[in-house]
């Protein structure tokens, strides 16, 4: 019983040994795989082969490999039939999962992130610019019922005066 006690309060101070990130960088040569295939299927192939290559170099399941946004753009950026030769990628090892991403991809983050900051600019630009114009809209309309407004007061005081001096005339 005592012995029991003490293997168990020895293995509960034990600490896990931390997991590792592992990062690698990798040029994938593609051509060789997509040449396999139809035309039309290409792309794809280049993508099955790209999840092949990483799950046998970070000896991981070809299920716990995930591809990137920007990779899967790269591949896919000429269309199914013209898949890129080789393709240079940056593979980040947690666990037992990998994750593939296009090298150089900040940068391509970078500018996504600055035109859609100028489409927002540009979107609020056009909000402002509608509003000035609906104001403006809303400023001749105003203008526009004070004129109406004037003219039946003037037209009104006209006939009072004509029903004024008709009334005089008659006493007269």
């Known amino acids: 019983m005592r012995l029991a006690l003490f293997c168990l309060s020895i293995y509960t101070k034990r ?3 931390e997991e590792k990130t592992l990062e690698r960088i990798y040029v994938v040569p593609l051509r060789k795989e997509w040449l396999k295939v139809a035309h039309y299927r290409r792309a794809e ?5 790209v999840k092949a290559f990483v799950a046998k170099h970070m000896k991981v399941a070809l299920e716990d490999v995930k591809l990137g946004k920007y990779l899967n753009e790269a591949i896919w950026q000429r269309g199914a039939k013209r898949p890129p030769h080789k ?5 980040k090892k947690e666990k ?3 994750f593939a991403e296009l090298e150089g991809y900040e940068k391509l ?3 996504e ?3 859609l900051k100028k489409k ?3 979107v609020e630009k ?3 610019k509608e509003e000035m114009k609906v104001e403006k809209k809303e400023q001749k309309e105003e203008k526009a019922e004070k004129k109406r407004k004037e003219e039946k007061t003037e037209k009104e005081k006209e006939e009072v005066i004509k029903s004024n001096s008709d009334e005089n005339k008659r006493a007269v």
């Open 87 to 91: 393709i240079k990628i940056i593979v």
């Open 113 to 115: 992130e600055m035109k």
């Open 109 to 111: 983050k970078e500018k």
């Open 96 to 98: 037992e999962k990998a």
């Open 120 to 122: 927002k600019k540009e």
């Open 126 to 128: 056009g909000k402002e």
């Open 15 to 17: 600490k896990m040994p």
């Open 45 to 49: 192939k280049a993508v099955r082969a």
